[in-house]
């Protein structure tokens, strides 16, 4: 894609990203878009046939970025993520906020969070396997199941109540209640 284009581009997926923080999709029409990126109309048919096509290709690269980092996220000698990955996905979160509240959204959930909690998934059950080789595969889906579905309760809230609290106290928050419930695996 040449500089320009890609230029332009990166800048309407900035403004609606933005936008996104403060708005529903369903209120962000084209010309509400086109004034906020400040590109002219033309312009943005040009690029994209709608604000749904612009959100489709945010959604994409948010999607891939965030798969593509928890597939390969460190653990450390015990199995448990290191504190470094609760920082690391809440500075994601709250860089691109307004897509992954709209993400973990009621409609949206299904797509974005099959793919994401399969993902996890084999990486937990293979590092806790590893950790506890004694401790039956149910059980360890058991503790993923709960902690996944947990973990994204508290991003929710988070996001739902305006990350109030700081990526570190909330990254710690995480971390916390995640290691407490590998005691279940013992």
Excluded at 9 to 31: N, Q, R, S, V
Excluded at 101 to 128: D, H, I, N, P, W
Excluded at 156 to 175: P, Y
Aim: aromatic share 12%; with cysteine; proline share 3%.
């Amino acid at each position: 894609m040449a500089a320009h284009k890609r230029k332009t581009t990166d800048h309407i997926k900035k403004a609606l990203t933005e936008m996104l923080g403060t708005m529903p999709i369903e209120e962000i029409t084209a010309t509400a878009l086109c004034e906020y990126a400040k590109v002219n109309r033309a312009t943005f048919y040009y690029h994209y046939n709608s604000v749904q096509d612009v959100l489709a290709e945010i959604q994409s690269q948010v999607e891939n970025e965030f798969l593509q980092w928890i597939s390969q996220s460190p653990a450390d000698a015990s199995g448990t993520p290191e504190k470094s990955f609760y920082v690391t996905f809440f500075e994601f979160v709250a860089r691109n906020a307004g897509v992954c509240k709209m993400l973990l959204g009621a409609q949206r959930q299904s797509e974005f969070l099959s793919r994401a909690m399969e993902t996890g998934r084999s990486k937990v059950v293979a590092v806790m396997s590893n950790i506890f080789p004694k401790c039956p595969a149910a059980k360890i889906n058991y503790y993923y199941i709960f902690v996944s579905n947990g973990f994204i309760g508290l991003l929710r809230h988070w996001l739902d109540s305006g990350m109030k609290e700081s990526i570190s106290e909330i990254a710690e928050t995480g971390e916390r209640i995640s290691n407490i419930g590998i005691k279940y695996l013992m």
